[in-house]
């Protein structure tokens, strides 16, 4: 049985690219009752996993049902960390779900169009001005790409705005962008920004944000109606409540066959579990994730063939991506460090590939090519969703719109 609090896998390295209105919502995500169609032994159930009574083997849900297990597998992967600081939490906009990535969508295109309408210049500066905390891949992504939106659509579908008059700043704490990445590829992408108008501040924390303003290191107030949250992520940890192991980031800590500390009848994947590799904990991305899900499912068919367990997991580093922009994105793959055309070439490639479902990946290629040959961003609607009671029953709040969940 397959529980989660959403009825669809999301593929969140296109996340960005909804928030900067160049793809759909449906076309990075795929119902899992569609993935599992053709396997028969898979039940899908929504609902949020709010606890585990780890010594009756019981798992607890939202709507008050429980759910026996004999081997659980926990992938609950991350969620906003804004470390403790409230005011960060309820000021700044995450970019961690697909109903953050709208949104933000639909935030940033009410700010424009209340900039086109401002009574002064110093106002219309406000709702011009965004503000990305964090220069890690998100941060950049959605920078380059947010430019690349701003350039695109004022001035030509905005005649009241001109795209010199918008101002996008990346803060990011460490000394350069893309701490995970070789040097060399981070002052790339701080270059590559710095060349489509993008303010890049390094060294430098966001301390205080208000629905005005943003407050920086050495107190520097900078006016703005925009905070992108993409500084912090930590496990989401559906057993909050017990006394195991957790790493220094809160991860939870398992063995060398990727069993919990203690419990050999549940597994934990992904950002939320603790892995050693590499020399060091395993990085919260994708590459690991799939292939600790993988190790684990072989581990499983084992198991209830009576056979011996497999070998320890290894992790396969098959290395990391991101992309600024168009012809623009740098890649650490085996070694080889690529930037620029090859690298954009590259993780288009990748990208696709890793895309669920052939509908996806052919309207993903048509809204790239589009965007590509047309410089245009066409799926600019602002939608508000009113709450709807039945949805509501079935997909309650997530935990991330808190800072202390
Ligand atoms: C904006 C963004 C961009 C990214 N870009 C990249 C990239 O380019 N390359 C890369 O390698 N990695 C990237 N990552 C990281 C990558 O998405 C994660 O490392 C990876 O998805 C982790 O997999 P996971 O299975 O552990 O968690 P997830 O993929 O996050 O899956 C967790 C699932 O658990 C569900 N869930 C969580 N809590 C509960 C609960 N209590 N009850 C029920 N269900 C629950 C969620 O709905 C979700 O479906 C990005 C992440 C983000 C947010």
Redesign the pocket.
């Known amino acids: 049985m397959l ?4 009825n669809y ?2 593929f ?2 296109l ?2 690219q909804v928030a900067t209105s160049l793809l759909n919502p449906s076309d990075i995500a795929y119902p899992f009752r569609a993935v599992f169609r053709r396997s028969r032994n898979v039940r899908f159930r929504q ?4 606890g585990v009574d780890l010594k009756r083997r019981v798992v607890r849900t939202h709507d008050g049902g429980d759910v026996p297990y004999d081997t659980l597998v926990l ?4 969620e906003n960390d804004y470390f403790a600081n409230e005011e960060l939490a309820a000021h700044t906009l995450g ?3 697909l109903s953050e990535a709208m949104r933000l969508r639909n935030h940033v295109l009410a700010c424009l169009e209340i900039a086109a309408r401002a009574a002064s210049d110093e106002e219309r500066r406000e709702w011009l001005t965004f503000v990305i905390a964090g220069g890690g ?2 941060g950049v ?1 959605y920078a380059g790409a947010l430019a690349e939106l701003l350039r695109m659509v004022l001035g030509r579908d905005y005649p009241e705005l001109r795209p010199e008059q918008a101002r996008i700043v990346v803060v990011e704490g460490l000394d350069r962008l893309l701490g995970a990445f070789h040097q060399r590829l981070g002052a790339y992408a701080a270059r590559a920004l710095r060349d489509r108008g993008v303010e890049v501040r390094t060294s430098t924390l966001v301390e205080k944000a208000t629905d005005e303003a943003v407050v920086v290191s050495r107190g520097e107030e900078i006016r703005t109606r925009t905070v992108v949250w ?1 500084a912090g ?1 930590r496990p ?1 940890d ?1 057993l909050s409540h017990h006394e195991v192991r957790r790493s220094r980031r809160r991860r939870l800590e398992v063995d060398e066959r990727l069993r919990l500390t203690g419990h050999a009848d549940v597994f934990v ?4 579990a603790s892995v050693s590799g590499n020399g060091g904990e395993l990085p ?6 799939m292939q600790e ?1 993988r190790y684990v499912a072989r581990a499983i068919v084992r198991r209830l063939g009576a056979d011996p367990d497999p070998k320890p997991f290894r992790y396969l580093d098959k290395g ?3 992309t600024i922009g168009r012809r623009a994105a740098v890649a650490d793959v085996h070694g080889f460090k690529l930037a620029g055309t090859i690298g954009w070439l590259a993780w288009l490639l990748v990208h696709i590939y890793y895309l669920i479902g052939f509908r996806n990946r052919a309207v993903v290629l048509a809204s790239w090519g589009w965007d590509y040959l047309r410089r245009d961003r066409p799926i600019r609607l602002i939608l508000r969703s009113e709450a709807d009671r039945v949805a509501a029953s079935v997909e309650p709040e ?2 991330e719109d808190s800072a202390d969940g």
């Open positions: 529980l989660d609090r959403h896998h999301l969140t390295p996340l960005y609902a949020a996993v709010t992938a609950t992967g991350s970019m961690k779900t891949p998100t992504e993409s992520v989401a559906p994947i992904g950002d939320a919260m991305l994708s590459p690991p994730a899900g990391t991506m991101a997530p935990r």
